[in-house]
């Protein structure tokens, strides 16, 4: 028989071993899913035998979301797909900001924020962004309690994430390669995930201490003191739209 025969089947064979492969994580991903969505009285959409579904919903009064992502490569060729969970935080915020991880550090380009502020915190890693609308903001807003948090979700295998506030509105997300297809694990997850929304909720009192820090720096009267090495930082920031 000629080689191209046996090089066909190979071919195929490893073809069909990856559908197969495929199908079981689907599978898997779907039942684990279903049960999550049954326990927590949420909207499940299976999107195709083959797709990622989408559950939808409230868990402890906080919009959650899960569904299948896609993101660009560095080559601007190829398409890296993910697992996303979004959190919708519920407070209304005076300011702007974003902070993010891995390959979500690209999405924050996206955002007209205008400073980027770096925490004196351990565990921060440097390839971290953290932009705010007003630097004064940054350091009263973002307690050592909301960033040990947001940098203990980050620290998760893979994981890239992504809090985004705009438009009043925060958004928390973690996008993952993993199919989660363990229904405690998703549960565990997702309550992590709302452990951190609470902290990140503006507390009483708060939204009226910001609003008066931001008018007291926009009327000329200083807030806070930047060190040097964080002034030449941000004015080496180039910034992206």
Partial sequence: MSIFFYLWVVISLFLLGFWAWTLLVVTQQKKAWKIFADKRNMRYHDTGMFST???????????V????????????RTQKRLTAIEISLQSDFPFLSAIA????????????IRHEY??????????YVLRVSDLSV??????????????????????WVILAIVEDRGVLRLDTPYPIDNPKKLDNLI????????????KKGEVKDLKRKISEKDSGNPVLDID???????????LEE
């Fill in 53 to 63: 579904p989408m559950v939808s919903g409230a868990v402890d009064s906080y919009g």
């Fill in 65 to 76: 979301s899960l569904f299948a992502s896609e993101h660009s490569e560095l080559d601007a």
């Fill in 101 to 112: 991880s891995g390959g979500m550090v690209s999405v924050v380009d996206a955002f007209d």
């Fill in 118 to 127: 770096k925490p004196q915190i351990k565990g921060w890693d440097n390839s």
């Fill in 138 to 159: 940054a350091q009263n807003y973002y307690t050592e309690e909301r960033l040990n948090k947001l940098i203990k979700l980050m620290k998760i295998d893979k994981a």
């Fill in 191 to 202: 309550k992590q995930m709302i452990d951190i929304a609470r902290a990140l909720e503006l």
């Fill in 228 to 238: 040097d090495d964080l002034l030449d930082d941000h004015l080496g920031l180039e």
